[in-house]
């Protein structure tokens, strides 16, 4: 494993920049309890459920992972919860419903042997409303030896009274932490040290925009001071990113906006507002590599988005910008699935996987094909992690972009419009993927075509 490089006479826990395996990891993100078919509102609570081996059904797909180039499993929750894997109830044991921990230990091993890195989902924003730490709270009240961990007002509070804590975004069943304490400081960093002594390589941390940076400030080089080559990505869906890192020391955070502008900009074809979700995106470069994707588990799957026909130049993009780049599993069949506001309106982009990965046609094939030539693409360009992009031509329906260093470049260049299209080709000198033909200096797709040209 790569380690990160220490700065001289640097404080223990701190470091100047991210690991240096980070530039070469792609993950592969799964949804586990979906993934494995588990029941995400069950009737019997977590104490009264039998162990179900079923990770093993993740372990089934790692080769199908390293056939598509990507290098990372990226696990959603894998912790004790009552239903959906946020609203945990135990962060030391493994879902009954996903397995034991013999089970999770198999998965990573397997991971590693194949060269893949494992990264979990850690909810230390909130906790589920059935975690033994606040049903203490019920019953003993400021007296429960867990009370710290909440944040309570508990004047004129009366044994029998709902205890008066906050919820998560309105939700009932998540009961937000109090992250001004050292309780909940010092619980968090028992949780990430613990499983990263079993083996994983980082952490993605659910609901950061909801934690204090100050929080994140505290933990993060007290867990760094023992494990220096974890990494650690925030889901932050709004606000100044780049202060966040600063603030938190974070290493990344999911980056929301150019996600939004490749599917807006592909499904409304209006390129324009692609073209400025990446100006936007190379802005942030000076400070961090985001954590970039076209679909995970909380959104509308890709193909659903812009249109099946259209998921690879949302790819294309995501593959040839900087970043992190992320797959979620099951986008590089195209499958669909539509995320509605609703309870249970996560289901169907959270589905069940069958027990060997199938072997599409047509369409399907083809984008399955564009994900290995795209991810191939970017591993032999490891440098387009932190690479700065350039809008070489923008319309409407066309756009060309160049990521460059100043001895290499790559272009990509997509036709949203029901028409062939004839493009400045920057420079490239040869079409690597995609469908185009290239001839002095120009570039000509096919009607909804894209292709990707290296200098």
């Not at 991971?111 to 003993?140: K, M, Y």
Request: proline fraction near 6%; aromatic fraction near 8%.
């Amino acid at each position: 494993m790569d380690s990160a490089a220490a700065a001289p006479n640097a404080v223990p826990g701190t470091r100047t920049g991210e690991p240096a395996w980070v530039e070469h990891v792609m993950w592969w993100h799964v949804y586990p309890l979906g993934f494995v078919g588990a029941e995400v509102r069950p009737d019997s609570a977590v104490e009264d459920r039998q162990v179900e081996h079923r990770l093993g059904r993740i372990e089934g797909w790692l080769d199908h992972v390293v056939d598509l180039g990507l290098n990372g499993l990226l696990l959603g929750p894998v912790f004790a919860s009552s239903t959906h894997g946020y609203d945990t109830v135990d962060h030391f044991r493994i879902d009954p419903r996903l397995g034991d921990d013999g089970d999770f230990d198999h998965l990573v091993h397997a991971a590693h042997e194949r060269g893949v890195r494992v990264l979990l989902d850690g909810v230390f924003n909130h906790v589920g409303r059935d975690h033994p730490a606040f049903r203490a709270l019920a019953t003993d009240g400021p007296g429960a030896t867990t009370a710290d961990l909440f944040a309570v007002d508990w004047s004129g509070w009366q044994p029998g009274q709902p205890v008066p804590v906050g919820s998560f975004e309105g939700h009932d069943i998540l009961v937000a932490l109090d992250h001004a304490t050292q309780a909940t400081e010092d619980l968090v960093v028992a949780v990430m040290t613990h499983w990263l002594e079993r083996g994983v390589d980082g952490w993605r941390l659910d609901a950061a925009y909801a934690v204090p940076p100050a929080f994140w400030a505290r933990v993060l080089p007290r867990v760094r001071e023992r494990f220096p080559d974890a990494w650690f990505s925030g889901e932050v869906i709004h606000g100044d990113t780049a202060a966040i890192v600063r603030e938190s020391t974070m290493d990344s955070t999911t980056q929301y906006e150019l996600w939004q502008g490749i599917w807006h900009g592909i499904a409304d074809r209006n390129c324009y507002e692609l073209a400025h979700a990446i100006e936007r995106h190379d802005e942030l470069l000076a400070t961090f590599a985001p954590s970039t994707f076209v679909g995970n588990h909380d959104v509308t799957r890709i193909a659903s988005a812009v249109g099946e026909g259209f998921a690879a130049h949302a790819l294309a993009v995501l593959c040839t910008v900087a970043g992190t780049p992320s797959v979620y599993a099951g986008d590089e069949f195209g499958w669909t699935g539509v995320k509605e506001e609703r309870e249970g309106g996560d289901d169907a982009v959270r589905p069940a996987f069958p027990d060997v990965p199938p072997v599409p046609t047509g369409a399907a094939a083809d984008l399955l094909h564009a994900h290995q030539a795209l991810i191939a693409l970017r591993r032999r360009h490891p440098w387009l992690h932190r690479a700065h992009t350039d809008v070489v031509h923008l319309d409407n329906t066309a756009l060309v972009l160049r990521t460059a260093t100043d001895r290499e470049a790559v272009v990509t260049a997509l036709n949203l419009a029901p028409e062939p299209v004839v493009l400045p080709a920057a420079d490239a000198t040869r079409v690597e993927v995609g469908a185009g033909d290239l001839s002095e200096g120009r570039l000509r797709l096919p009607a909804a075509g894209w292709a990707v040209l290296t200098a």
